[in-house]
């Protein structure tokens, strides 16, 4: 447990930021499932899903939750799969 007031500060912030950054990742990862899922399946809302996903990814790494990068990544994997699959 910290000691001075500054350590007991930058604990409290750190919970705070882990959780919000856990809720980004936690989104991303639902959608992707949900993609990969309506894919084997053959369902109709892909492009809604697909939609959602962008935005996740986006806010997630404007925020810097993620790479800007990795979320490039993250969305043409995505697409190119809903593609092939057409």
């Not at 639902?30 to 993609?35: A, D, F, H, Q, V």
């Amino acid at each position: 447990m910290p000691n001075l007031k500054t350590a007991k500060k930058n604990l409290r912030k750190t919970k705070k930021r882990t959780a919000l950054n856990k809720k980004y990742k936690n989104k991303i990862d639902y959608l992707i499932r949900k993609i990969k899922n309506g894919v084997k399946e053959g369902a109709k809302n892909l492009q809604e899903l697909l939609k959602n996903l962008y935005k996740a990814v986006d806010k997630a790494a404007k925020e810097k939750v993620i790479h800007k990068n990795k979320a490039s990544r993250i969305k043409s994997k995505m697409a190119k799969l809903i593609k092939n699959k057409k």
